[in-house]
């Protein structure tokens, strides 16, 4: 199904290329207007409107309204060649369309004009990329066969587009064979590509847990039970189950962020709240944090007279990629950065992403794309208020999925 051959199939090499510089005034065009306008997770009305207008401009079959304000455009490839095929290749490409709950601190003509909302994670430039790829397909029928789909997925940053999409038949008629995605990606510099084989981000989890002691006067502590003091514990001990209980070989982190209790120093706190988030590579973890996280708050609480509420969470599974795919994309990909030093293998992160639902579903490739550039002062973390990324990107983003979908089949 996967041609990881480094020799494309009658096709100009350049012409790819020069077609998609020509095409890149329009690409940071398309990806100023998103960030002007940045909209939640399925509130993407005013976004999906647009990628609506620019498929029916091109003549593109699409649906809209999937999950909401999602879109799949489909798009046949002509290519004449003959091949030794079952029946026809399907390939998607999936692109992420929201922002998040930010207010943007960047000085730039086209900053957010959404108030308290920015797109501080480039999936305006994700939506950019697969608008592009759309067009140059559109324009190219000739030179692909098989189907493309490309899907505009809602919310990734929660509460998750992907599974939704799924459910509503995106992977479905004509079925996927496979999926690749990508995400700008400022931990690398503009010109390099982070792929990798198997697992590249993590499984998400959270957790809300209440602390039910018994308040009272902060001088007569033999009164009560400090929900404060068990609390304290409860963190400590938390860290020893990736310090402790995971293989050492296994990466993995819990992390208590919130942390509420008490009113008054002189008053023994009767409650206390805590949240938490749970990172790990290895899917066989499923399941492990939520029963041993349970285990420490039930033994710590129980030794000290109190009672607990916990509420736990799965919310994404890690992103894995298929080893086929991962050297399929790395093998176009090196054509872009056109050195193998541009691609870098070590580029696993903590971080989550909802694509994992798609490659549960279908064999894929989820890569990282360098954004960022120092001397241009593009290279604020993602989500962060001056995130901005080097808009370079936008081109060899298309030119990476158009040599996949050129070669795929
Ligand atoms: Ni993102």
Known sequence: MVSTSSKPLNIDLSRIRSDIQALQPQLVAWRRKLHQRPELGFQEHLTAEFVAEKLQEWGIEHQTGIAKTGIVATIRGQRSEVRQKEKETVLAIRADMDALPIQEENDVPYRSQHDGVMHACGHDGHTAIALGTAYYLSQ????FSGTVKIIFQPAEEGPGGAKPM????????????????LHLWNNLPLGTVGVRSG????AVEKFHCTILGKGGHGAMPHQTIDSVVVAAQIVNALQTIVARNVDPIES??????E????????????TARMSGTVRYFNPKLEGYFAQ??????????????AKYELNYSHLYPPVINDPGMAEFVRSQAVRVVETPLGIVPECQTMGGEDMSFFLQ??????????????????????????????????????????RCVENFS
């Open 140 to 143: 190219h029928l000739d030179t």
């Open 166 to 181: 799924i459910e509503a038949g995106v992977l479905k008629n004509p079925d996927v064979d496979a999926i690749v995605g």
């Open 199 to 202: 697992a590249l981000m993590a």
């Open 252 to 257: 993995a982190v819990v992390t208590v962020g």
């Open 259 to 270: 942390l509420h209790a008490g009113t008054a120093l002189n008053v023994i706190a009767d």
């Open 292 to 305: 041993r996280i349970e285990q420490v708050i039930a033994g710590i609480c129980q030794s000290h007279g």
């Open 361 to 402: 579903q279908v064999p894929g490739c989820y890569f990282f794309l360098g954004a960022a550039n120092l001397s241009k002062n593009l290279a604020y973390p993602h989500h962060h208020p001056r995130f901005d990324f080097d808009e370079t990107a936008l081109g060899m983003g298309v030119e990476i999925f158009v």
